[in-house]
């Protein structure tokens, strides 16, 4: 339980302050880490039980870290965020990756990954895990382990997927900042769906070790949720970068992340499409989405026109990213077997998980080294557009607004999810499989809900959707928006 909060960290000011704002008053000495910890901890026994975001808190351990007079001086001292409950792990502290066999059998990690090092390193302070699908295979948040995680702008409404949980917490103003990752949008759609910023960077951007060189094959990008760009930039200063033992990494940028933050963008050629990949409309908020981002960026004197970019029509990368899943899924069986000491039975999974680890069980390793091939000629010819027609792609990042709970739940057939899957990833995964950065923005809202919409730049230029991001924000403000379930 947090130690009586006083009165003026419980107020909206310190609530809705980002991580960047709320770590310069620890460094003036405003606020002390572990004020700003009680307070989170505070924030999160009041607020999550109509969210069911935090699965698994760590409070006293956060206060007493928090307290702690080495907390690493890093850019981010005493800021309290939460790591989500899959593949970033931290030493001493459960990990469940929405499996039902590791909630029972209590499995902890020994060990930080590379990347909860440099969470740590930076300043932050875990308080708690949150809540993820299944192995993080679903894009929605609402796993069998532990129960649906509801979207705090309407409790009805799922707040996607994988990283449902550290989506909704952010949004709610639990906390400013939380960890996330993204093999198919797993970022992008949860910060659509809740009203956040998500960018997944490029491939290899942040080390995925030491537990993995590649996760899923190539798809697997980690990073953050937050409400601001400049936390985005900033953060992803704080964790880039190659660890040794990786297998390739992203190019370094020119300069620090947070100092494109208000940078002039110059003048970006812009195409939009809103056709879901494959043809048909979108829902007529995310077209709305998409429309009135391509008015604000030509209001900014960008050259904005509508583009085909036809190769996302192409079937071929689908099906690849269908046998990448499918090989994981029996993979990830195996894997945790081992870890266990017991064989995991198929039945033990959800049953969209049980069906992709049959079919991936029976994958050859030629059929997977052909569905590599294919996706990376494919990449080839969607990656040839930001050398030869654009510099920034503008897309819906999702077709539809977020779904009701239930809709996509693991009790449906698995077939129908699968399918639906498949509908709702269209926009987002292609990006996984080319490597590109790309970024989710809160520019819109229709019936109280947010709708993003997503910016995809060429391979190691963070640095441009960052600039444009940034422009957005200052044209496009979202920061005054909470929703009806917050702190």
């Not at 998409?290 to 036809?310: F, K, N, Y």
């Not at 998980?353 to 079919?359: H, T, Y």
């Not at 920034?392 to 399918?419: F, K, M, N, R, Y």
Request: with cysteine.
């Amino acid at each position: 339980m947090a130690e009586a909060v006083r009165e003026d960290l419980r107020d909206g000011e310190l609530t809705w302050l980002d991580a960047t704002a709320q770590a310069e008053l620890v460094r003036r000495g405003e606020v002390s880490p572990r004020e700003l910890v009680d307070a989170a901890v505070d924030r999160i026994e009041r607020v999550d039980g109509e969210l069911n975001s935090v699965i698994t808190p760590l409070f006293e351990k956060a206060l007493a870290q928090a307290a702690d007079p080495d907390l690493p001086a890093g850019p981010f001292r005493g800021v309290p965020m939460l790591l989500k409950d899959v593949l970033c792990h931290s030493a001493g502290d459960p990990l469940h990756a929405g499996l039902r066999v590791l909630r029972d059998a209590g499995w902890v990690e020994q060990e930080d990954s590379h990347l909860a090092a440099r969470f740590r390193a930076a300043g932050f302070v875990f308080c708690g895990k949150a809540n993820v699908s299944e192995l993080a295979m679903s894009i929605t948040t609402e796993p069998l382990a532990h129960g649906p995680t509801r979207n705090p702008w309407d409790p009805a409404r799922s707040p996607g997927g994988s990283s449902g949980g550290s989506a909704a917490a952010v949004a709610a103003g639990l906390v400013p900042v939380a960890h996330a990752n993204d093999m198919a949008g797993s970022i992008r759609i949860p910060a659509s769906s809740c009203g956040l910023v998500g960018l997944k960077p490029t491939r290899a951007r942040t080390s995925l070790g030491p537990g993995h060189g590649e996760h899923w094959g190539p798809v697997t990008h980690e990073h953050v949720l937050t409400r601001s760009v400049r936390d985005t930039a900033a953060v992803l200063d704080a964790i880039a970068g190659m660890a040794p033992g990786d297998p390739y990494t992203a190019p370094p940028p020119a300069r620090p992340y947070r100092d494109e933050v208000g940078a002039d963008p110059g003048v970006l050629r812009i195409g939009f499409r809103t056709e879901r990949p494959g043809g048909g409309p979108v829902h007529p908020d995310c077209a709305a989405a998409v429309d009135g981002a391509a008015r604000s960026l030509a209001e900014l004197g960008h050259l904005v026109a509508p583009t085909a970019a036809a190769a996302l029509d192409d079937a071929e990368p689908m099906a690849a990213m269908a046998t990448v899943f499918g090989a994981t899924a029996a993979w990830e069986l195996e894997h945790w077997s081992r870890r266990l000491g017991r064989r995991i039975d198929p039945a033990e999974l959800e049953p969209m998980n049980a069906l992709f680890a049959e079919q991936g069980a029976a994958v050859t390793a030629a059929q997977w080294l052909g569905a590599m091939d294919t996706a990376q000629r494919w990449s080839r010819s969607l990656a040839a557009l930001w050398e030869d027609e654009l510099d920034v792609l503008l897309l819906p990042t999702l077709p539809d607004p977020p779904p009701p709970l239930g809709l996509l739940a693991p009790s449906q057939d698995p077939e129908v999810l699968l399918a639906e899957t498949a509908a709702r990833i269209a926009f987002t995964a292609p990006f996984n499989l080319t490597g590109q950065p790309a970024i989710s923005l809160p520019l819109h809202r229709a019936d109280g809900l947010p709708i993003g919409v997503q910016l995809v730049a060429a391979y190691g230029r963070e640095d441009v959707l960052i600039r444009l991001a940034a422009q957005l924000e200052r044209a496009v403000p979202w920061s005054e928006a909470r929703p009806p379930i917050s702190a």
